[in-house]
């Protein structure tokens, strides 16, 4: 099909099916119950799929959407499933879009999303990345006391976006709906467009220029790697007690061995390091130690440098829990955020031998570099960037929402975990202050070449700017006392039983 009009002033379109190439919403559900609640309501809603899918197989797709609704929400805080659409569900929305789809809607000016789910799941996404004006979806119920009660406001769903869709356009018809084709006998939004483009949409489809740019997701939070789909789902549940035992036998193993041998021991355990360039000699007595400033993706970065090397590496941390220092089986210094006093922790530790320092200052998951703070440049000239970086298939190593010390857990967890490390060569004294080039110019170099090395984008966002879009806060972690670790415990495994 191609269209002879090349531009719209408005268009509605449904999100399931359309935007997104995947056309039920149950894998998103999957997400809310794991990240909201827990692994006892994922089991739960992964056991009711059969019925769930028979259910739409038969025609009752209200039905089966207020189960899968009742299942992932019921008991959950309104701020709990709020959180996971800002923090978690985007990155898997962005790995989904139908590009062909998204084209011909930011081509329009007015753009309004369609969605079946819950609103508060969507609203976020849609209006951050897809730079919809409005969404139109399902309302959950909340209690007084913030906790959404499992069900939702609308009796029909199709009728109810139907009659939202034609309240929003009250003086003038969308000019442009795209969507899956009606189902006989259910109100259809589409019957209100001037022009209806069924999905999936004709990659020739004209149109004029985007009036808005799809913006990526560059961070993140949640565990899992992949969209839980019913076999990708009922896959990670069974890995799950073995990934356990698995973690264990490799910490335990990794603790017990000498640095050097890890590497080797490693490919029994189905382990993979992928080391390239020559590393620096180990310092001498008397001399500064060499600063390997490096890219920063999970707590493990200076722990696994150390192996590669066969030596303890010292590295100065911003933001670990207690337990990660305690169990760490290198040594960690723990900066202030106070620049004079973070300078003089850095170089008494380069004084002693070489040191790790991660100027970025928090992880990040995706292909983008945060922006280097320029501290490490004034503090020597004996610079060796080291790029950094990780592949795993079922879980995240990092997290902004949850506990902290269960990363290096959630890392050996995985099948086939694989680090690579590339050596760079040490910076010239000409690259270095040591020539008058700024600090802010050599962090800016280091970053550049990190990047270029890795195949990443540079950006200027810092820990602040990825805390707060996932967790709400600056990412400070203050050390806590026994009993506060408790409450911790405890605050995070009272969802197993709700």
Known sequence: MESSRTTSYSVVSELEGTLLKTPKPFAYFMLVALEASGLVRYTLLLFLWPIIALLDVLGYRNSSLKLMIVVATAGLRESEIESVARAVLPKFYMDDISMDAWRVFGSCEKRVVVTRMPRV??????????????????????????????????????????????????????????????????????SLCEEQVHAPIPSNYNVQRLHVQLLPVIFHDGRLVKLPTPATALLILLWIPFGIILSVVRLFIGSMLPLWAIPYVSRIFNIRFIVKGKPPAPASAGNLGVLFVCTHRTVMDPVILSYVLGRSIPAVTYSVSRLSEILSPIPTFRLTRVRHVDAEIIKKELSNGDLVVYPEGTTCREPFLLRFSALFAELT???????????VGFFHATTARGWKAFDPIFFFMNPRPVYEVTFLNQLEVEATCSSGKSPYDVANYVQRILAATLGFECTNFTRKDKYRVLAGNDGTVSYLSFLDQFKKVVATIKPFFK
């Open 381 to 391: 000239d004996k610079i060796v960037p080291v790029a950094m970086n990780y592949r």
């Open 121 to 190: 799941m969507v609203e976020r996404f849609a209006k951050d990345h897809l730079r919809a004006d409005e969404v139109i979806g399902t309302e959950i119920i909340v209690n007084r006391f913030g906790y959404a009660i499992g069900l939702i406001q609308e009796s029909d769903v199709d009728r109810s976006i139907f009659n939202s869709v034609a309240n929003l356009f009250v003086d003038r018809r969308p000019e442009l709906g795209l969507g899956r084709p009606i189902i006989s006998g259910s109100p259809n939004f589409l």
